[in-house]
Every structure is written in structure tokens, then in C-alpha cells.
């Protein structure tokens, strides 16, 4: 069964910065891409970020240059820091990996004041 568990967020200032974990467990964490996604209130969710399994980065346009995404594969678990964090940044983060299906995490608050 596949469990994934965000932390980190929470309340920053506009400029500031955070750092969201994903660990995992269920899967050879390893094979697969992991990625995070937000949605804010009254938005469809979006894509944010993916690393591959070989540690190859994608990232959104909105969050190219800012935050990056990395893998521990020793402990199982995905990253993302956010740097230079802005207002329009604020939203419930989660984490995902497509394994037959899509798995996602509970999702973590990410809450960036102006």
C-alpha cells in the first residue's frame, strides 16, 4: 500500500522560505518519479515540480528559478525548496507518484503573507 506524507509547511513572509518532505513508503521508492503539485482555493490543482528516478528536474514556469525539487532515495523521501516565496504561492501543497495509478499525500498548507 502506498503512503505518502508531506511536512513543512506553514506561515512565511513574502521573500521567505520553506522546505517540504515527502516520505514514502509502499513502493521501491527509487524507480519511480516523484512529483508535487498545489492547488489554492477556487483553483483546479496544478503541477509544480517532478524529479525523475534518475534525478532529472522539471519545474512550472511559475516556480522555474525559485524552488527546487530533489530525492534521498536512502530515505525514501522527496523534497521541495521554495525560495523567494511569493502571496500567490499560498496553497495546499502534495506530493505524488504515478505507480498504476496516481497516489497522492494529505497535502501540507503553504501560506505566504504580503
Known amino acids: 500500500q502506498v503512503q505518502l506524507v508531506e511536512s513543512g509547511g506553514g506561515l512565511v513572509q513574502s521573500g521567505g522560505s520553506l522546505r517540504l518532505s515527502c516520505a514514502a513508503s509502499g513502493l521501491a521508492f527509487r524507480t519511480y518519479g516523484m512529483s508535487w503539485y498545489r492547488q489554492a482555493p477556487g483553483n483546479e490543482r496544478e503541477w509544480v515540480a517532478t524529479v525523475t528516478s534518475d534525478g532529472g528536474t522539471n519545474y512550472a514556469d511559475s516556480v522555474k528559478g525559485r524552488f527546487t525539487i530533489s530525492r534521498d532515495s536512502l530515505k525514501n523521501t522527496a523534497f521541495l525548496q521554495m525560495n523567494s516565496l511569493k502571496p500567490e504561492d499560498t496553497a495546499v501543497y502534495y506530493c505524488?507518484?504515478?505507480?498504476?495509478?496516481?497516489?497522492w499525500g494529505q497535502g501540507t498548507q503553504v501560506t505566504v503573507s504580503s
Open positions: 505524488s507518484v504515478w505507480r498504476i495509478t496516481r497516489y
